[in-house]
């Protein structure tokens, strides 16, 4: 059974700085590439950044220079620090991986990531 559990969200300034934790399970981690993707209030989810198994990252425009996707294969954990938040940041952030046996999408309950004065 995949399970992925994110935390670390919650309320920070504009500015400031949160890291957000993805911890997976009943899968081999390293084999799999992962992501984090992004809902806002009245908007569709879109993807913020990838980590490929070997570490290689890609990032949506928006974030790039100030969100950092970085992964732990010992800890079986992907992490997005995000810098220089902004207010167009809040959204409920989801971890995301695709199974590579059974090639289906696996995502996570979302931590909510609120970015306001």
């Known amino acids: 059974q995949v399970r992925l559990v994110e935390s670390g969200g919650g309320l920070v300034q504009p500015g400031g700085s949160l890291r957000l934790s993805c911890a997976a399970s009943?899968?081999?981690?390293?084999?799999?590439?992962m992501g984090w993707y992004r809902q806002g209030p009245g908007k569709e989810r879109e993807l913020v950044a990838t980590?490929?198994?070997?570490?290689?990252?890609n990032y949506a425009d928006s974030v790039k220079g100030r969100f950092t996707i970085s992964r732990d294969n010992a800890k079986n954990t992907v992490y997005l620090q995000m810098n220089s938040l902004k207010s167009g940041a809040t959204a409920v952030y989801y971890c995301?991986?695709?199974?590579?046996?059974?090639?289906?999408?696996?995502w996570g309950q979302g931590t909510l990531v609120t970015v306001s004065s």
């Open positions: 009943g899968i081999i981690f390293r084999l799999h590439a």
């Open positions: 995301h991986t695709r199974g590579i046996v059974d090639a289906m999408d696996y």
């Open positions: 980590t490929s198994t070997g570490g290689s990252a």
